[in-house]
């Protein structure tokens, strides 16, 4: 894509959600708790596959630049003891979900998050997939995935993966240049990461994604270009290349990032530009706002097609209609509305420890115009196009109004009811979105709420 002018990024600079859901976590409030939780678990249709996502928020080592729900745990008990809070968990929202047929709901997605998941130890981990058997038809094809660290993994560990049936592996690589990972925290060698990638395929992992970030400190275009090349050059099956946010009034551990190295908006713009050069002119496809894929990969196909998701983890290929979460800060997506745990793992423990109720804190209904709305943003934000008119009953016309700027700035083109982003407007999809956000002039657009747009 050409630079955009500075001009262009003044406009559009600024600070914007990241539309993983829309309404977005910042309008979540303790005005829903384990009783709407309860409502809308029992809502689920039976016999419809959904979406597990069980959140493990331990680390072996912390990461600067990291704002997700984690810290170092060493304790082994410690980690036992998450683990059969999970399989409490497990067992309530089971209990709760109307079943058919096998008694058991299907489950077509299957995810540990984090923090690093393998923290756990393995008979954990065998504890909680016969308790997930148990209570849920895991499907035969379902996507089976887990966040890694490769600087505390081995080809042991990738074989235990193997043999509990993952099938995806996600890494976390961010950069490879010595000295942004010295200010950043994370010492990782290309060595490291190759062999985990090794490692998993030996296994029987089907797909290998790693994750890319621009906008860290001391970063360059020429080193964030090296780096995607030597990723690249691993062929992993995805990439996931975020733009740092740099928030250390809410993670606080990004206080110890230089933040005086961090590079300014042109050069964010500038390292974004040059990974997707780099990442495109190696055989990848673009997706969304900053996912590539290898052509054959689903995910490639699903943007092909049109029926790429996106939820709380980023873009998916996940059809299904709702998504639980499980464990301290999980979220999820239910018929009524979203919820969200108790954040801190201690709390979690305790509320579940003292109550037979869900460890809910907080989350938001949803109104048909919330709906609505949450459906045209996915789809602007899964396919960089849109049709207006598919999205009735609302004619938006002030939505229609703001756009014309957008269209005089070349970032989208408008022909009827449709919407669709140019290539120079891909790294404002944010923007674009944001204008059919009905809370944001409410909400407030500003740095303590969200992350940087561009």
């Known amino acids: 894509m050409d630079a955009a002018s500075p001009s262009l990024l003044e406009r559009y600079d600024g600070n914007l959600p990241r539309y ?43 990461c600067g630049f990291c704002g997700c ?36 709901q299907p489950v077509a997605h299957l995810q540990f998050g984090g923090g ?6 393995e008979a954990t981990f065998r504890a909680l997939f016969d308790t997930l058997h148990l209570l849920f038809d895991i499907r035969a094809d379902a996507e089976i995935s887990i966040e890694l660290d490769p600087r ?3 080809p042991a560990m990738a074989h235990f993966l193997g043999d509990l049936g993952f099938t995806r592996g996600s890494l976390g690589v961010q950069d ?14 290309f060595e490291q990461t190759e062999s985990c990638v090794t490692a998993l395929r030996a296994a029987g992992l089907a797909s290998v994604n790693i994750d890319l970030i621009y906008g860290l400190p001391y970063q360059t275009t020429d080193s964030v270009r090296d780096t995607a090349l030597r990723t690249a050059s691993l062929r992993p099956d995805r990439l996931a290349v975020f733009g740092y946010a740099h928030v250390p009034w809410k993670a606080k551990r990004q206080q110890v990032m230089p933040s ?21 002119a190696a055989g990848y496809q673009p997706v969304g706002l900053d996912h590539y894929a290898l052509p054959h990969d689903p995910m490639a196909q699903a943007a092909r097609d049109g029926i790429l998701r996106r939820n709380f983890q980023g873009y998916t290929v996940d059809q299904g209609h709702s998504l639980v979460g499980i464990g301290a800060s999980a979220i999820s997506s239910l018929p009524g509305g979203f919820t969200q745990n108790i954040v801190s793992a201690a709390a979690y423990g305790k509320a579940l420890a003292e109550s037979q109720a869900l460890p809910v804190a907080r989350g938001v209904a949803c109104s048909d115009d919330d709906r609505t709305r949450g459906a045209l943003i ?12 598919a999205f009735g009953p ?7 109004e703001r756009l014309t700027q957008f269209a005089l700035d070349g970032l989208v083109t408008l022909s009827g009811d449709r919407v669709t982003l140019t290539q120079a407007g891909r790294p404002f999809i944010r923007n674009v979105a944001a204008v059919f956000d009905r809370y944001l002039p409410t909400q407030g657009a500003g740095p303590a709420q969200h992350s940087r747009a561009i």
């Open 20 to 62: 993983t859901s829309y309404p977005t976590a910042v309008r979540f409030s303790d005005a829903v708790g384990p009783a709407e939780a309860s409502r809308w678990l029992e809502d689920i249709p039976a016999g419809e596959a959904l979406s597990l996502y069980l959140h493990v928020p331990f680390c072996d080592e912390l």
């Open 69 to 104: 729900n984690t810290s170092v745990m060493r304790s082994e008990t410690t980690r036992e003891a998450y683990g059969k809070l999970l399989e409490d968990e497990l067992h309530r929202v089971a209990d709760l979900i109307p079943t058919s047929g096998t008694g058991r």
């Open 116 to 121: 690093t998941p393998t923290t756990l130890p």
């Open 152 to 154: 505390h993994f081995t």
């Open 176 to 189: 490879l240049d010595p000295a942004v990972q010295k200010a950043c925290g994370r010492i990782q060698s």
């Open 260 to 280: 005086d190295a961090l590079p300014d908006r042109d050069a964010r713009l500038a390292q974004r530009d040059m990974i997707d050069r780099t990442l495109c």
């Open 378 to 389: 996915e789809r602007l934000m899964c396919d960089l196009a849109v049709d207006l008119g």
């Open 394 to 400: 609302d004619d938006y016309a002030a939505e229609r």
